[in-house]
């Protein structure tokens, strides 16, 4: 059974950097698969921020580009996001999942870590 | 872009309804169109892939149907366990992925 957890602060100050961790288990992300980090601000919607191919290629939202760097850490069994220069308006909870690339849908999801930003 | 629209934003249902949700796309999508549940405190299900195809585990009253720009999600026979909120992601553009706003299945 796959399994995702995402860990990291859950609060971070203006300005500063958001970075996120996500553990997989039951699954070895170098076998293959798209990985990628939604978020949703409370009381919204689902919006895509990124996904990563075990070999290191990344895509990203053009809204949050600038600001966004997914990697992944195939020994750990582990991507990461960072998120630069965040403000109120990026305090969501944000969720790691696995894109299943045949139907390029998220077909395992973790649980969610809310992440503020506030000072 | 992509958008997606999902209509209404929220529907009041009773027990047994049947309940129709609408999601339209900003252009042709064929049937890369999926749909999840998201109960509160809780990430997203998937219950639809490739506009009509079930995932496994995913009660038979939920069924989709459409392609090119417009999709349904029906629920047969409305459960107690079905009031959620309904996201629509379209995935003719990937990598680039895009949700709807959400439908709000509430008790009527």
């Known amino acids: 059974q796959v399994q995702l957890q995402e860990s990291g602060p859950g609060l971070v100050k203006p300005s500063e950097t958001l970075s996120l961790t996500c553990a997989v288990s039951?699954?070895?992300?170098?076998?293959?698969?798209?990985w990628g980090w939604i978020r949703q601000p409370p009381g919204k919607g689902l919006e895509w921020i990124g996904s990563i191919y075990p070999s290191g290629t990344t895509y990203y939202n053009p809204s949050l580009e600038s600001r966004v760097t997914i990697s992944v850490d195939t020994s750990k069994n582990q991507f990461s996001l960072k998120l630069s220069s965040v403000t109120a308006a990026d305090t969501a909870v944000y969720y790691c999942a696995r894109v299943w690339f045949r139907y390029k849908v998220f077909d395992y999801w973790g649980q969610g870590t809310l992440v503020t930003v506030s000072s | 872009d992509i958008q997606m629209t999902q209509s209404p934003s929220s529907v009041s249902a009773s027990v047994g309804d049947r309940v129709t949700i609408t999601c339209r796309a900003s252009q042709g999508i064929s049937s890369w169109l999926a749909w999840y549940q998201q109960k509160p405190g809780k990430a997203p299900k998937l219950l639809i892939y490739?506009?009509?195809s079930l995932q496994s585990g995913v009660p038979s009253r939920f069924s989709g149907g459409g392609s090119g720009t417009d999709f349904t999600l029906t629920i047969s026979s409305l459960q107690p366990e079905d009031f959620a909120t309904y996201y629509c992601?379209?995935?003719?553009?990937?990598?680039?992925?895009?949700f709807g706003g959400g439908t709000k299945v509430e008790i009527k």
């Open positions: 490739a506009a009509s």
């Open positions: 039951g699954y070895s992300i170098s076998s293959g698969y798209y």
């Open positions: 992601q379209q995935a003719n553009s990937f990598p680039l992925l895009t």
